[in-house]
């Protein structure tokens, strides 16, 4: 055999090889389930990036005002009882980033959500600690008690917040979305986060490419749910805060 016939013989082997283990990982046994609350941040990223990737969840309403998070059975499953929390024909995972990066890992069409390459994929994670660890801790300090204590605005919170948003502007300099050229399980992410600011009426428009970012991955993600399950749980969360 001459190393030309060599050669597209490996190919053909690394092509089957490449199919098979695709199609084995494609689609689930049985649907994803995830216990949820439809106007949680967390929630919605997991739902929208569930539609883009095109695999379906079994949704568990867990409605925690209520208690749903703290039954036996619940902590069981996760002691930390937070929603969202998924599972895969009994693979059991919470924190959304990491089902997010699991979802995509597991059942996307391509890795274009989550980049293989190893220094495309530091740079989707990267954005998703600075996220987890950084702009929802700073808008969770200004909102949660305003939203769930009927406390006032702070303005010091506000300009922590106010910072994050300007790195994240900084961050998509030169850039159509927050890791690069396409839309990742990033955008996903921070988008919920920015949704609930728009719906609570706070101005970015110091941030223009925040803003610029926020219209295109809206269009984006509009196939995939984002009016029905973004803007609309942002809506409800809106709602409770405190009317002058
Ligand atoms: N970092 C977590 C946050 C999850 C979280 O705090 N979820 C809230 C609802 S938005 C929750 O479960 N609260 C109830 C509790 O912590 O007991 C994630 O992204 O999944």
Redesign the pocket.
Known sequence: MSVVEKEILLFWEYVKRNAAARSKNKMPNQPIKVYY?P?????R?IIMAAKVIGVDLELVLTN?MEGH??TPEYLKMNP?????TMDDSGFIL??????LAYLANAYGRDDSLYPKNPRQRAIVDQRLNFD?GTL?VRYSALYLPMLFRGEEYDEQKADQLDEALGWLNTFLEGRAFVAGDNLTIADI?IIVTITNLEAFGYDMSGHPNLTKWFERTKKALEPYGYEEVDVAGAKVLANFLKKD
């Open positions: 609350l106007p949680s941040p967390p929630c990223s925690i998070h703290m930390q009882h937070t929603i969202p919470w924190e959304s980033r990491a089902i987890l929802y992410s």
